[in-house]
T-cell receptor
Framework: DAGVTQSPTHLIKTRGQHVTLRCSPISGHKSVSWYQQVLGQGPQFIFQYYEKEERGRGNFPDRFSARQFPNYSSELNVNALLLGDSALYLC????????????FGPGTRLTVT | GNSVTQMEGPVTLSEEAFLTINCTYT??????LFWYVQYPGEGLQLLLKATKADDKGSNKGFEATYRKETTSFHLEKGSVQVSDSAVYFCALNINAGGTSYGKLTFGQGTILTVHP
């Protein structure tokens, strides 16, 4: 079975632009979480979605938004990009709401210039 | 709030040496504890976990014991290999039911390099 997939792998954007990152969870997984990993730090929680509804949000500005589609795939959107948004963005999926393991994708490396 | 503190790296060891990476936590509820590993160019992989006090998680020769009295979850391995070179993250989530399980709080990571 395929694991969590993310696209694109890398991208470079300019300050002020908008970016959309995509995530496909493991088949059968209904919960998706997004994390931001700045170089040299641990991942920071951004959002959790379950059954297409936002179920948790970390301490990130409103420039960050996300959504989950009927097939449980997810998009993370970031508006008005800042240099500080440069990071590895990780998506993780779980089978449900209960205490199940999170499986991480390889991430999208975003560079803002 | 919840937080995780790991020993600072990088840690450099020779093959077959003993490994300890310290991890302590603060939590406002009852946490489950995890160690994740990140190999170069890859995403995070769950290495081991423990969901209640005194539980020992183990996998691939690594182990860690959930110590509630010292709020610690130190990672150990008796004999490291070159292939263990990676970044190791300690993490927790709070067992508050429902959506709480989807939010992991991570430490800053510890880089481990093992030389032949």
């Amino acid at each position: 079975d395929a694991g969590v997939t993310q696209s694109p792998t890398h991208l470079i954007k300019t300050r002020g632009q908008h970016v959309t990152l995509r995530c496909s969870p493991i088949s059968g997984h209904k919960s998706v979480s997004w994390y931001q990993q700045v170089l040299g730090q641990g991942p920071q929680f951004i959002f959790q979605y379950y059954e297409k509804e936002e179920r948790g949000r970390g301490n990130f500005p409103d420039r960050f938004s996300a959504r989950q589609f009927p097939n449980y795939s997810s998009e993370l959107n970031v508006n008005a990009l800042l240099l500080g948004d440069s990071a590895l963005y990780l998506c993780a999926s779980r089978s449900g709401q209960g205490p199940s393991e999170q499986y991480f994708g390889p991430g999208t490396r975003l560079t803002v210039t | 709030g919840n937080s995780v503190t790991q020993m600072e790296g990088p840690v450099t060891l020779s093959e077959e040496a003993f490994l300890t990476i310290n991890c302590t936590y603060t939590a406002t509820g009852y946490p489950s504890l995890f160690w994740y590993v990140q190999y170069p160019g890859e995403g995070l992989q769950l290495l081991l976990k423990a969901t209640k006090a005194d539980d020992k998680g183990s996998n691939k020769g690594f182990e860690a014991t959930y110590r509630k009295e010292t709020t610690s979850f130190h990672l150990e391995k008796g004999s490291v290999q070159v292939s263990d070179s990676a970044v190791y993250f300690c993490a927790l989530n709070i067992n508050a039911g429902g959506t709480s399980y989807g939010k992991l709080t991570f430490g800053q990571g510890t880089i481990l390099t093992v030389h032949p």
